[in-house]
């Protein structure tokens, strides 16, 4: 069943970012090596005060469906509205790559944190999810879908986020980085 989101009305997508624990070794690490606090984004897809959420789970499952709970105080949410048939688009998107049963991509995490390499690795066209034969993680899917949003004119949010939106590479894009972006557009709840 969506969770419930309160203050929302309309059709928006969001993505929610997962603070760590400190006290797991795994995620320490994450936070400290990529500079920040979160370790996990998922993306939202909303009508009204409902939502549907997806992302790509590490030991679980590449891009799927997700059944979080984001009454926690250890999730942050920045939403954007979507413009007239948006949601339609973006859920024919989804659907889209769920489908394709993209595997959890853990070979590029690294990257997140030592970038020196990423000028060299061919980016992922975010058009074409039938090529992401390697999979994807879940900041790098949620940013490939936005990027593939805001190229379809599909979020009404600042052109200065599309801006950023095309300029990380996604194989580089840590939570800690997406939420950096996002935030700086200003579309914080």
């Not at 995490?109 to 390499?117: E, F, G, S």
Request: charged residues 15%; hydrophobic residues 40%.
């Amino acid at each position: 069943m969506p969770a419930l989101y309160p203050r929302q009305t309309g059709d928006w997508v969001g993505i929610a970012f997962r603070t760590g624990d400190p006290h797991n070794i795994k995620e320490d690490l994450i936070m400290g090596a990529t500079w920040g606090p979160y370790v996990h984004s998922e993306f939202i897809l909303g009508r009204n005060q409902m939502g549907r959420s997806y992302s790509a789970f590490d030991n679980k499952a590449g891009f799927s469906v997700s059944n979080s709970v984001y009454a926690s105080p250890l999730w942050t949410i920045l939403t954007f509205p979507l413009k007239e048939g948006g949601y339609q688009k973006t859920y024919s998107m989804i659907l889209q790559m769920l489908d394709l049963k993209l595997p959890y991509n853990s070979n590029d995490l690294w990257q997140c944190c030592v970038k020196l390499a990423l000028p060299f690795e061919t980016e992922l066209d975010c058009e074409q999810p039938t090529t992401w034969h390697k999979g994807v993680f879940c900041s790098q899917v949620s940013l490939l879908l936005l990027r593939r949003m805001a190229r379809a004119n599909l979020l009404d949010a600042p052109s200065s986020l599309q801006l950023s939106l095309e300029t990380v590479h996604s194989r580089g894009c840590s939570p800690n980085m997406l939420f950096g972006i996002l935030q700086q557009a200003g579309n914080s709840r």
